[in-house]
């Protein structure tokens, strides 16, 4: 890069939960936070699955295409694994672009499978990946974590990890 070429701040992500939604048609449209910070970081399409059948996953090329170079050499220990999550992956992943209205085609078996289409979804960045919660797996995880937080907080604060 030379000294004329300008320099570019990186992104801050979108932080918090925010609500969206899942129309008929399986598009999910991007709440404006995250369509800004995607579109401040040069994101104009996103590899939309699942790794684990309770959450969808949005990740940019670069961030895919890290899975896919752990997937292709992930150790002998973890190699049955990381077959098995790739090909699951794949199955039901999907390029997607992000349309003028900022929405993402949602793979069509993978909405049915998780259950979000047509539904409210919520979605918060984790790691740099847009993770995709539907209505009921949102619902189930936020009473599990509300059950747990007071014992979460006082043995994160003994060990100066919350202020």
């Known amino acids: 890069m030379d000294e004329t070429t300008p320099k570019t701040a990186p992104v801050d992500p979108p932080r918090g ?11 999910l449209k991007l709440p404006a936070v995250f369509q800004e910070y995607l579109a401040k970081s040069g994101v104009d399409s996103l590899f939309i699955t699942t790794m ?15 899975n896919e170079a752990f997937f292709a050499s992930p ?5 049955e694994w990381a077959d098995a999550v ?17 929405r993402v085609l949602v793979p069509q078996e ?34 599990a974590m509300k059950a747990s937080l007071p014992t979460a907080f ?9 202020k």
């Open 86 to 102: 790739q090909f699951c992956a794949n199955h039901y992943g999907a390029d997607s672009s992000i349309d003028g209205q900022g």
């Open 75 to 79: 150790g002998e220990e973890a190699a």
């Open 110 to 143: 993978l909405r049915r499978d998780l259950g979000i289409e047509n539904q409210p979804v919520w979605l918060v960045n984790e790691k740099g990946v847009i993770t995709v919660y539907g209505e009921q797996m949102y619902q189930q995880k936020l009473a």
């Open 17 to 27: 939960f925010h609500q969206g939604r899942v129309d008929e048609k399986g598009r």
């Open 154 to 162: 006082r043995e994160l604060k003994k060990k100066s990890l919350v």
């Open 52 to 66: 684990d059948r309770s959450t969808t996953k949005l990740y940019t090329k670069a961030d895919w295409a890290a």
